[in-house]
């Protein structure tokens, strides 16, 4: 089996690592409020997912 011969700090490891962290994730318009929101997910504006009320939100 493959092994490293030296152990990677934790320095260089996470330099390896940075270009996902600098990405926005993805984000589409609720079909039912217009407010943005991430897709496959309940609206936190709204509470509607699938265009079905799922959860009670506080308006305040």
Not at 11 to 38: E, F, Q, W
Request: aromatic content about 4%; overall charge positive.
């Amino acid at each position: 089996m493959a092994h490293p011969k030296t152990k990677i700090s934790r320095t260089r490891r996470d330099k390896r690592r940075t270009h996902k962290k600098l990405t926005i994730g993805a984000h589409v318009l609720c079909p039912s409020c217009g407010m943005t929101k991430r897709p496959h997910y309940v609206c936190l504006a709204c509470g509607t997912y699938k265009n079905r009320a799922v959860i009670r939100v506080k308006n305040g």
